[in-house]
């Protein structure tokens, strides 16, 4: 149960009837036919890991479905601190559950939550994990979820871009139980990125490249930065500011090195090779490591542990980056962080590079928007482009939403 107080419990909503082995039956005899099918089939228990930027935001999204058509029970919440539980009592739409958690005396116990999830697992009855960190640890439950039919959602991208063995037991285990790995939002956020690409892949396209802006941080930060101008705001500004708006992750550096685009460019090279019906010339990467990667950190910044210092010492590099800035400019150019799948030529990389103030990417990118061609055989000559806001707590959290949906 949960350890709140009786105030804080009276905003949770409670069953009139239940049953063990169905959850909610209904909570109110004037329920109608419908809505009584609505919570009594398909129903969907959701324990939610990791209450930051993203988290906060989908449990908004979760709980404002109307409670006659949802078919989710959010009964679970972690943050790194505490956790709560409870399956006979899901957290209702608006309930006070940023107070609830901090009320809770329990602390987080994946080993527990995992023997509590795997006991809701029942036909008509599933069960999915909704991982809002960017931790390491967490990423590496997911075997374990998995393997009990507990299905896996996540924007977190350290899982599937890590080491390729931690890959590989989230395939075997997925496949083995049937529980779904859905990682939409670990690329271009919202976008249909992932989903795209599967849907490709699994009806005989022939992927030769995917190239574009995979970085919300890198893409705003560049589009503000570099405009074809020789001069313009600091790059250290323009950083913090892309922080303030959520792009970032929790530590700036790991959008600077690059590795977060690496690790999306792993992922969508690792989508290729698992979906595709015959070998491709990719390499098998060993992690995003294996990524060929520029990263525009300079070396003096290298390993500060706090994105609060990191983002301190920034300044002494504006003038660097300046001269890029303007070298770019004199070839009438600027400056983008972009990626490369290259399927057909075998490379993966991502970098820095100059591109004429002609170029989409100079001319059609604002905000922190991404884009991302698509070039296959049925699209020819033409790409495939998928384009918009790629970072941000409310078009990342409705990517995890719909992944969600798709286990309906
Ligand atoms: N922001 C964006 O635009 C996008 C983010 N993502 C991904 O979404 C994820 C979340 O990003 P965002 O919300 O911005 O980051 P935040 O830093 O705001 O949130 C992460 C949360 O995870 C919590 N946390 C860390 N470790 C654990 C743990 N072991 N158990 C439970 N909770 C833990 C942190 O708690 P505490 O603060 O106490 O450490 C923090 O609240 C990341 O993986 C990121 O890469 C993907 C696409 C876009
Ligand atoms: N930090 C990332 C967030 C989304 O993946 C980015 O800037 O793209
Ligand atoms: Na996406």
């Known amino acids: 149960m949960l350890s709140v107080s009786r ?22 005899h004037l329920l109608s036919i419908s809505t009584m099918s609505a919570s009594t089939s398909n129903k969907i228990y959701v ?11 989908l449990i908004e999204q979760l709980l404002s479905i109307p409670r006659q058509t949802t078919p989710f029970e959010l009964i679970s919440l972690t943050s790194s601190t505490r956790t709560i539980f409870d399956a006979a009592n899901p957290i209702a739409p608006g309930a006070a559950w940023k107070s609830l958690l901090a009320a809770s005396a329990q602390k987080p116990d994946y080993k527990t939550l995992t023997e509590q999830l795997a006991a ?13 960190t960017s931790s390491d640890d967490v990423a590496a439950l997911y075997p374990a979820f998995l393997e009990k039919g507990i299905s896996v959602v996540t924007p977190n991208k350290k899982a599937y871009s890590g080491d390729v063995g931690l890959y590989e037991r989230i395939l075997n285990a997925s496949k083995a139980s049937g529980a779904r790995f859905l990682n939409e939002a670990t690329v271009g956020a919202g976008l249909p990125v992932i ?35 020789p001069d313009g705001p600091a790059f250290s500004s323009i950083v913090s500011i892309a922080r303030e708006k959520g792009y970032t992750e929790p530590h700036p550096a790991d959008d600077l090195n690059g590795f977060d685009v690496a690790r999306k460019l792993t992922i969508l090279s690792r989508t290729i090779s698992s979906g595709s019906r015959t070998q491709t010339a990719l390499p098998a990467l060993q992690s995003f490591a294996s990524v060929q990667t520029a990263s525009l950190i300079p070396s003096a910044l ?11 010492r920034l300044p002494e590099f504006d003038a660097h980056f300046s001269q890029l800035r303007a070298d770019a400019s004199a070839e009438d150019k600027v400056l983008r962080f972009v990626g490369v799948v290259d399927v057909a030529g075998g490379i993966v990389k991502a970098g820095l590079e100059k591109y004429s103030t002609t170029h989409p990417f100079a001319t059609s990118l604002g905000g922190s928007d991404n884009i991302i061609m698509f070039h296959t055989e ?30 309906v």
């Not at 599967?198 to 490249?209: F, I, Q, R, S, W």
């Not at 290298?302 to 301190?312: A, C, L, Q, R, V």
């Not at 033409?382 to 959290?397: F, N, S, Y």
């Open 7 to 28: 105030h804080s419990l009276s905003i949770i909503r409670k069953p009139i009837l239940c049953n063990s082995s169905q959850g909610y039956i209904g909570r109110s």
């Open 47 to 57: 324990a939610v890991i990791g209450v930051g930027l993203v988290g906060s935001e």
């Open 120 to 132: 809701l697992v029942a036909p008509n009855q599933k069960v999915a994990v909704v991982d809002n």
């Open 195 to 229: 989903s795209t690409l599967k849907e490709l892949v699994a009806t005989g396209d022939k992927v030769v490249k995917i190239e574009g802006v995979f970085s919300g941080t890198m893409s705003y930060i560049f589009n503000e930065f570099s405009t074809g101008k």
């Open 302 to 312: 290298e390993g500060i542990p706090t994105g609060d210092e990191f983002i301190s």
């Open 378 to 407: 049925r699209y020819g000559a033409r790409p495939l482009i998928v384009q918009g806001a790629g970072a941000g707590a409310a078009v990342t959290a409705m990517g995890v939403l719909g992944d969600l949906f798709k286990l």
